[in-house]
């Protein structure tokens, strides 16, 4: 069964500051993943996914991940964190298309960005 | 366009009632899911059905039962409420039961059992 591991409970960083959130699956195959934002009472919003082809994938709000088989690493990426990016970050992985279950979530990572 | 709603946003129980938790998805998809989302631990799947008339448990299905009762509508029941079922309970849709499939979600039902 596939799992993920979100290493970062809470980090803070400076408005304008880059941002990376650490994100490592175990799945036997090539995994479909994901990286899911969840506002203050809201539900979960999709920021990206990977599904197979160039390993830099580009997201909605300026965000970006980079898988890395080698890690089994799906880290997220953003060059200059906004006040608005304050948020819970979930990376989540899916089987194949065989697959009869849904997606496995991390259990986040909770940004908080400093003026 | 309302994509995924749920009833009610918020509820208090007493240990032993019981309660259902409504969702309905007007995207004509496939397949819908019910996760619960406590701290520390990211969202757990309770049940899940890959199509209309069908429905499976997921990780955490003690305590909970389901009913598809059409293609748009996924319901989760509570037949006797217990304080560890205190959570946020996250209704959620696809066009089908595939791993690489986006998932809209609900804005979820906070959930307290005193």
Redesign the interface.
């Given at each position: 069964a596939q799992s993920v591991t979100q290493p970062d409970i809470h980090i803070t960083v400076s408005e304008g500051a880059s941002l990376e959130l650490r994100c490592n699956y175990s799945y036997g195959a090539t995994p479909y993943l994901f990286w899911y934002v969840q506002s203050p009472g809201q539900g979960l919003q999709l920021l990206l996914k990977y599904f197979s082809g160039d390993t830099l994938v580009q997201g909605i709000k300026g965000f970006e991940a980079e898988f890395k088989r080698s890690q089994s690493s799906f880290n997220l990426r953003k060059p200059s964190v906004h006040w608005s990016d304050a948020a819970e970050y979930f990376c989540a992985v899916g089987e194949g298309d065989t697959g009869r279950r849904a997606l496995t979530f991390g259990s986040g990572t909770r940004l908080q960005v400093q003026p | 366009n309302a994509g995924?709603t749920q009833t009610p946003k918020f509820q208090v129980l007493k240990t032993g009632q019981s309660m259902t938790l409504q969702c309905a998805q007007d995207m004509n998809h496939n397949?819908m899911?019910w996760?619960r989302q406590d701290p520390?631990?990211?969202?757990?799947?309770i049940y899940?059905s890959?199509s209309e008339g069908t429905t499976?448990k997921?990780e955490v299905p003690n305590g909970y039962n389901v009913s598809r009762l059409n293609k748009r509508e996924f319901s989760l029941r509570l037949e006797s409420a217990a304080p560890s079922q205190t959570s946020v309970y996250?209704c959620?849709s696809t066009r089908h039961?595939?791993?690489?499939?986006?998932?809209f979600?609900?804005?979820?039902t906070q959930l307290s059992v005193l």
């Open positions: - | 995924v397949s899911y996760y520390g631990m990211g969202l757990r799947l899940y890959a499976d997921g996250f959620a039961q595939k791993g690489g499939e986006k998932l979600f609900g804005s979820g």
